[in-house]
């Protein structure tokens, strides 16, 4: 009854009938008793809403805008499929409203710009194309067709700068941007070069600064990726940057200019500029040499001249003909070349041996002689054969030795023979040094292993330290001992040596 008297008295109350100039902020206690009224009408506790006229409203009473009713869900099957159906609920026939909607649309275009043509036809703006088949008398097929096709493909791209690019996202909600991500197409940066000393490459920005080839003697112009910075300043990225900071230094001496503002006055200020600067330049050296002189030393001829050097490219095949390029002039020397004296058929200087110059043809170390061809081979060999025969015979017919010269050999034997017998001593005595030394390396030895045997049996705790032992190179008898005395596990007699 409460709510049934405050609906009945909302209608005659004055605070409720709100001018349209001066509306009122619904506090929360009216939004809070709105909603009770509404449920009260509802269960059928509270009168209907009325007019202005004090007509019932509502398709209730009136009989229009009749909701439909609520949609029932239908029951899932509790499977693994059924509770994951993203499809349920789904009415496959509200997609054709929607494919009605736009072919009514493409439909509207289409006749539009028929209108279009047909009072451009009419008022004389468009002519028909004089092509080759309208002069013969015959129409083009699908004509008509083509030009929408040409229509729509001018609609698409009207609103090509609106797609994403592949791999961005931008909800405006969030505010998030995605990182532009690469096509799987595309070889990884981290890829192109696995040697670990090669380019750093940053897994969080997935950037690579540096060049990853530049260890492996390539051109940067002619691998397909050479690092960011490659591309940072590359093409009119240098001339941009040179042209801010000239923009940042006229500013700063009082000239107004301002890339983004006046791009043009500023781009003719940095022209004259740099006129002006190498015009100075040009004065500043004409003044140098003419004070002080030296202008013989700057016009020295270029460096190709200076060292024999160029950057031509030439490349050779595996026999040595050249494939691109070109070859190498030879280098003329001030001496004759290829000069063959009399009837030679080869150069002097083409032969030598045992020290001695001639020619190949004929073996002949004469440089004014005829040539002989393979006789003269012959005969050069044949004394050649003659000369390594006469020193046996020498031999043969050698002198006999004088008394003297028998008596100083066999002192020279005497003194061979005590001077092997001194060595032999001397070893020995060595030889008795070093067993010596080993004995007692070996004792020491024993005795270290004899004191690391009685450490490892007192307690931790118990143990002394070490910081007062002698640091110091072994000796090679010391570490023969050691080898001797070491204990091997893979020696079958290791577990007989304690007894």
């Known amino acids: 009854m409460a709510s049934g008297a405050v609906a009945s008295a909302a209608p005659a109350g004055g605070t409720s009938d709100v001018s349209l100039e001066e509306p009122k902020k619904m506090t929360r206690e009216d939004w ?19 007019d202005e006229e004090g007509k019932k409203v509502g398709a209730k009473y009136t009989g229009m805008n009749i909701a439909p ?18 499809w349920n609920g789904y009415n496959p026939e509200e997609h054709m409203k929607i494919v009605e909607e736009y072919s009514k649309v493409d439909l509207a275009k289409r006749t539009l710009k028929a209108q279009k043509l047909q009072e451009e036809l009419a008022s004389g703006k468009l002519e028909q194309v004089n092509s080759p088949r309208h002069q013969w008398g015959e129409e083009e097929p699908n004509s008509q067709t083509e030009r929408d096709h040409n229509s729509e493909d001018e609609d698409e791209d009207k609103y090509a700068d609106d797609i994403d690019m592949p791999g961005q996202n931008f909800d405006s909600k969030r505010r998030i941007t995605v990182r532009n991500l690469r096509i799987r197409e595309d070889i990884a940066k981290y890829l192109r070069n696995l040697d670990p000393n090669s380019a750093y490459y940053d897994p969080k920005t997935r950037a690579m600064r540096e060049n990853p080839y530049a260890n492996t003697g390539k051109n940067p112009d002619e691998v397909g990726y050479a690092g960011d910075n490659f591309v940072r300043y590359t093409g009119d990225t240098i001339s941009m940057a040179q042209t801010q900071l000239f923009a940042w230094e006229a500013y700063d001496k009082g000239s107004e200019v301002h890339l983004q503002a006046d791009p043009t006055k500023l781009e003719l200020l940095y022209k004259s500029f740099k006129v002006k600067k190498e015009d100075f330049k040009a004065q500043q050296k004409e003044s140098i040499l003419e004070k002080y002189g030296g202008q013989e030393h700057l016009d020295a001829p270029p460096a190709e001249l200076l060292l024999a050097q160029t ?5 050779y095949s595996r026999h040595g003909t050249v494939i691109k390029g070109q070859e190498k002039a030879i280098a003329c020397s001030k001496y004759e070349e290829d000069v063959k004296i009399n009837n ?15 020619y190949k043809c004929c073996h002949s170390f004469v440089k004014y002689s005829y040539c002989t061809g393979e006789a003269g081979k012959e005969i050069a060999n044949a004394e050649a054969g003659l000369l390594e025969e006469q020193p046996g015979e020498e031999e043969h017919m050698a002198k006999p030795k004088t008394l003297m010269e028998i008596h100083q050999e066999k002192q020279k034997e005497k003194k061979k023979k005590k001077h092997k017998k001194s060595s032999n ?15 007692k390396a070996l004792n020491a030895e024993e005795a270290r292993l004899q004191h690391v045997k009685e450490l490892l049996q007192l307690d931790e705790r118990k143990r002394p330290y070490n910081s007062q032992l002698e640091a110091r190179e072994p000796t090679e008898e010391e570490m023969e001992a050691y080898r001797m005395k070491r204990q091997r596990p893979d020696d079958p007699m290791a577990s007989f040596l304690g007894q």
């Open 311 to 315: 950057e031509d490219y030439v490349e």
């Open 69 to 86: 009713d609520e949609h029932v869900q239908p029951q899932l099957m509790f499977d693994y499929d059924g509770k994951r159906d993203r």
């Open 344 to 358: 030679h058929t080869c150069i002097w200087g083409s032969y030598w041996k045992e020290g001695k110059w001639g």
């Open 425 to 439: 001593s001397d070893s020995e005595g060595e030889e008795k040094k070093k067993q010596e030394k080993l004995k």
């Open 32 to 50: 809070r008793k709105k909603k009770e009224l509404e449920e009260q009408r509802k269960l059928g506790n509270a009168p209907a809403e009325v």
